[in-house]
């Protein structure tokens, strides 16, 4: 029995050594890094669940859109501005990668970000894909926290 305890206490102690697990946290407002157009998205973040707010100035006006769903990469399926959109978020390593396809006035948009979290949690670094319309377009965005 003192056998077991022994071993069961350095279990313990030696796992209180090995570093968490625990994913980065993106919740928070965020600017992105452009002149051309003005995009500020506030992310909740609460795993496993993330709601995305997209407010965005640019060519074609003003708009508010509002998205969330469960980070299990499945598809959220949602009415976004009267019309369909799915949802899709998944981690990739400590990467979160989010996706909306949706229905809008110029078309079906598709787009794919993946996001990383700097060490001090001040600027988001993501991969972006645009996969509709086409032709598809990959860029990358940095994002600061306001």
């Known amino acids: 029995m003192k056998r077991i305890l022994a071993i069961t206490i350095l279990t313990l102690a030696f796992s209180s050594l090995v ?3 625990t994913k980065p946290n993106f919740s928070g407002t965020w600017k992105l890094r452009v002149t051309e157009i003005s995009e500020v998205y506030t992310f909740e973040h609460q795993e496993p669940k993330l709601r995305v707010i ?11 859109l509002d998205v969330k769903g469960v980070i299990d990469g499945k598809e959220h399926k949602q ?7 799915t949802f899709i978020a998944k981690w990739e390593g400590d990467a979160l990668t989010w996706e909306l396809r949706r229905e809008s006035p110029v078309g079906v948009l598709h787009n794919r970000r993946t996001m990383t979290l700097s060490k001090d949690g001040k600027v988001i670094t993501a991969d972006r894909i645009r ?6 377009e990959r860029w990358t965005e940095t994002w600061d926290k306001q």
């Not at 009415?79 to 959109?85: D, E, F, H, K, Y």
């Not at 996969?131 to 598809?136: A, I």
């Open 54 to 64: 997209m407010n965005i100035e640019d060519n074609l006006g003003k708009r508010t």
């Open 19 to 21: 570093p968490s697990q």
């Open 79 to 85: 009415t976004l501005n009267g019309s369909p959109a």
């Open 131 to 136: 996969l509709l319309p086409e032709p598809e």
